[in-house]
Each structure stands twice: as structure tokens, then as C-alpha cells.
């Protein structure tokens, strides 16, 4: 009798454990959404998610780009906690689809692995872009294609209409605004560069042209006039911008940074932008098909729906484009969660600063019913997104490839470039927010730069 009654018990509380939904995009950044008041782009699907729950407007990346970004989702740590196979601290791409093997203290640790001891069924679609050791297979997810487009929204919207038996956890990876690289590579690549490219990359350069055209009947005067996003209010490369980001513009096969900043023209810059945001709308109708099922299926109240992105873009601030400088369009990611009936709407959170590679596993982990730990500086978010008051990091870290930093919540924000030399940048972001000049030298900012010295020396980034 006390062992069918502890049956029930245990069906029961399985039950309490929702669904769990993760949408993350490639490439975009905090503003690209119209609940952010982004008003060149419509983003119903991405709005729906945060009008119905909670849009924080502080969250930020581990590293600002595609694989070291998605090794923090997995794990819960930063990319620099791993190495590569010759040694090196993993920063870039290249080095981090590189990494070899992990732990077992990392593998039994994992998103999927926690989520795996919680009894969910996991599956996973779209780009993966991760190292071998960390591939969705291996931690145990249930593949339903790694196309990112359409196929994957019509694969997970069939998913979810089966109405699986268990709790599950899935994660739906969209290619796009990712798109948008491939304006500049094409457009500043050699002969042989540009067929290898045409070759290899035929859909996103159709998907690239097609979100590069104008309104029909529009004229091309009405359509800048009207229609076309303005130039950003930091369009200009930052008052005596650090020598590192200059040296990494010229790294090859990245001139086609270089080619942009000094050979676009404002019109070009503009289009850029333009295509950018239809990129982002093209996302975004992927993910209204992924809600019309939910919807449909009855399951919104049983499923808690997290939106991200994996790093943003430049878009024309500082004349860059792509990603990896740490400036916030690069960085700052959209954040948002949606439980009908448990996580209240219409919540703007611009206060805490979230790490979505951090905070991502152990928020998960929470939800599901075990406790999840990887980086101890990792929070789980549940207490937010249910509006509570709870004690709360003072400053976050990020890494990149040519610098790390660290931006407190009072809107103080330090570079360290270390590509050639130590270069120190400090930013005030409540009276610069679009971080136009610096005040590294100011001495009215002495004793900001001391403390946030100290926190990047002793909490974020010992022994850098």
C-alpha cells in the first residue's frame, strides 16, 4: 500500500515539472525586437514570448560568438574554463570546435545531463556548431534535424502537436539573423573565396538576397527616406579606439572587416541594416509556427518558453559589422521567459545582469527539480521571472577573443584588450550607452576603475 502511494506522489510532483522550450537564435542582438522598441522591425512571435512573461534587458554572452557561446549553454561555464588540443585557453571559434575532450566531472554535469536525472526527454534542432566531445547525440538528445530553417520550426511544431507522454526539454536552434555575415564576406572576397562561397553557402546567400530588397513600388529615394534604418547614433569608431581592434580587422580571413569599415558606404552600411532586420523577421516567423503549436496543443500552461540568442551583431556601430569585439550591440542578447499562468506578463526586467551562458543551466535545472551546478557564479533565474526580490550579482564577466571584461550593474563597463599589449578601456554606459568615447584616464573615475580591476583580477578572470 505505502509503495502505490508513493507511486502517486512521485507522479504527481513529475507532473508539476513543465515542459521546457528553448529558442535561441544566431546573431542577434538585445534591440533587434520591437518590445525593445526597435521600431524597423516587427518581431510578433519574440514579443508574444516576452508580453507574456519577462524581458530582461541586462543579459549578456559568455564569448560573442557562435561555438564558444553554445559550449557555455551546454555547460554552464565559460568557454575559457576548456582547452583546445594544443593547450591554449578556448576564445575563439576555431578553438573551440577544437576542444577534444571534457571531464567527467563536465559531461556528468551537462545541461543534458542534469536535465537527463530529472527524467525529461530531450531533443534538440537546428545548428549545432559544437565540439565532438559536446555534440547533442553524445549528451543524449533526440535529433529532429539540423537544418535551421523552416524544417526545423514545421519538425518542432509536429513535435509538440504529438503531445509527448514525459516532460521534455527541447531546444530549437535558428539559423538566422546569422545570414548577414555572408554581406560583407561576399562582397570583400576574392575570386576563389567568392566560388567556394557561392558553393558552400547557396541558401544563406538567397535567403541574404532576398532580405536585401526593397518594398515593391517602392523608389529607391523613398525607400532610404522612409523605410530604410538611419545610421547608429555610433556609427564612428570610438574616440581613441584600442590599437587591438584595428590589428584584428586585418586578420586574416577576416579582412573583409576591413573591407566594410572603409569601403562601405553609408547607403551600403543602411542596407546592411535592412537586411539584418529581415533576417530577424525570418526568424522570428519560424518561431510563431513553434507557439502556434503550443498554443493549438493546449500546452502553454505546462511549458515554460525561453528565448536567446547565442551574440548579436555590430550592425554599423563603430563602422563593424559581424561580432566579437565586445562593444553591447555585440554582447547584449534578448532575454526572455514565458509559463502562462505561473510567470506573470508584461515584466521588463533592466536591472539584473543575467549570463545566459552561466545562468542558463542552473535556471533549467531548477525548473525541472534538481539542483544544477557547473560555474558556482552561475544563478538560477527562477526568482526573477517570478518577480522576486533576491540578493544578486554586482558585476558579470565576459570573454572574447581579443579582450575580456566586466560590467558592473551600475552601468560601469572595463575592457581588457590583450592582442597587442595590455590596452584598458572603462566606459560609463549610463551617460555614454553607446559607448561613443571612454573614460579610462578620467580621474574622476579612479576609484571605478580600482574596484573593477579587482573583481576582473580576483572573481572574473584570475591570473588575466
Known amino acids: ?41 516587427q518581431t510578433p512571435a519574440m514579443d508574444y514570448i ?48 577544437d576542444i577534444s575532450q571534457i571531464s567527467p566531472e563536465v559531461f556528468n554535469s551537462t545541461l543534458a545531463a542534469q536535465l537527463k536525472k530529472a527524467g525529461y526527454d530531450l531533443v534538440f534542432g537546428g545548428k549545432v556548431h559544437l565540439p565532438d566531445p559536446l555534440e547533442p547525440k553524445k549528451l543524449g ?40 555575415c555572408y554581406m560583407a564576406i561576399r562582397d570583400f572576397a576574392d575570386s576563389l573565396s567568392l566560388s567556394r562561397i557561392q558553393k558552400n553557402a ?14 515593391e513600388g517602392v523608389s529607391r529615394a523613398e525607400f532610404f527616406e522612409k523605410y530604410c534604418p538611419p545610421l547608429p547614433p555610433n556609427f564612428e569608431p570610438q574616440e581613441d579606439e584600442a590599437d587591438a581592434i584595428g590589428v584584428f580587422l586585418d586578420m586574416d580571413p577576416r579582412s573583409f572587416r576591413r573591407g566594410a569599415r572603409e569601403h562601405y558606404s553609408e547607403e551600403q552600411w543602411r542596407m546592411h541594416r535592412w537586411a539584418y532586420a529581415r533576417l530577424t523577421e525570418n526568424a522570428d516567423a519560424h518561431i510563431q509556427l513553434i507557439l502556434d503549436a503550443l498554443k493549438e496543443s493546449g500546452q502553454e500552461e505546462n511549458t515554460l518558453v525561453i528565448f536567446s540568442s547565442d551574440h548579436g551583431d555590430n550592425d554599423a556601430s563603430h563602422r563593424l559589422e559581424h561580432k566579437n569585439v565586445l562593444y553591447e550591440a555585440s554582447i547584449n542578447v534578448p532575454f526572455a521567459a514565458m509559463w502562462k499562468g505561473t510567470i506573470s506578463p508584461g515584466q521588463v526586467n533592466d536591472r539584473n545582469l543575467v549570463s545566459l551562458g552561466l545562468d542558463l543551466l542552473p535556471t533549467v535545472s531548477e525548473y525541472a527539480g534538481v539542483d544544477g551546478k557547473a560555474d558556482p ?10 518577480g522576486k526580490e533576491v540578493p544578486w550579482r554586482e558585476s558579470l564577466g565576459i570573454e572574447g577573443e581579443i579582450s575580456r571584461a566586466v560590467i558592473q550593474d551600475n552601468g560601469i563597463k572595463y575592457i581588457r584588450y590583450d592582442l597587442v599589449g595590455t590596452e584598458e578601456r572603462l566606459m560609463d554606459l549610463n551617460k555614454d550607452p ?30 588575466h
Open 1 to 41: 500500500m505505502m509503495m502505490v502511494s508513493f507511486t502517486l506522489f512521485s507522479c504527481e510532483e513529475q507532473q508539476k515539472n513543465p515542459n521546457i522550450i528553448f529558442i535561441v537564435t544566431d546573431q542577434q542582438s538585445a534591440s533587434m525586437m520591437s518590445s525593445a522598441g526597435n521600431e524597423f522591425i
Open 50 to 97: 516576452a508580453n507574456n512573461g519577462i524581458r530582461f534587458t541586462r543579459a549578456y554572452v559568455t564569448n560573442p560568438v557562435c561555438s564558444p557561446s553554445r559550449v557555455s549553454m551546454m555547460t554552464g561555464r565559460f568557454p575559457g574554463y576548456f582547452h583546445d588540443s594544443k593547450g591554449r585557453q578556448v576564445r575563439s571559434n576555431p578553438m573551440s570546435m
Open 141 to 180: 538528445f533526440e535529433m529532429l534535424t539540423e537544418d535551421g530553417r523552416e524544417i526545423l520550426a514545421q519538425k518542432a511544431a509536429r513535435f509538440i502537436r504529438d503531445k509527448p507522454d514525459s516532460p521534455y526539454f527541447m531546444m530549437v536552434s535558428l539559423i538566422n539573423p546569422h545570414d548577414i
Open 202 to 215: 547557396k541558401e544563406a546567400l538567397d535567403n541574404l538576397d532576398r532580405a536585401l530588397e526593397i518594398p
Open 377 to 386: 557564479r552561475g544563478l538560477s533565474l527562477k526568482p526573477l521571472f517570478e
Open 434 to 463: 553607446y559607448e561613443k568615447t571612454h573614460v579610462t584616464f578620467n580621474p574622476d573615475y579612479e576609484t571605478h576603475m580600482e574596484k573593477i580591476r579587482e573583481e576582473f583580477e580576483n572573481h572574473w578572470f584570475q591570473g
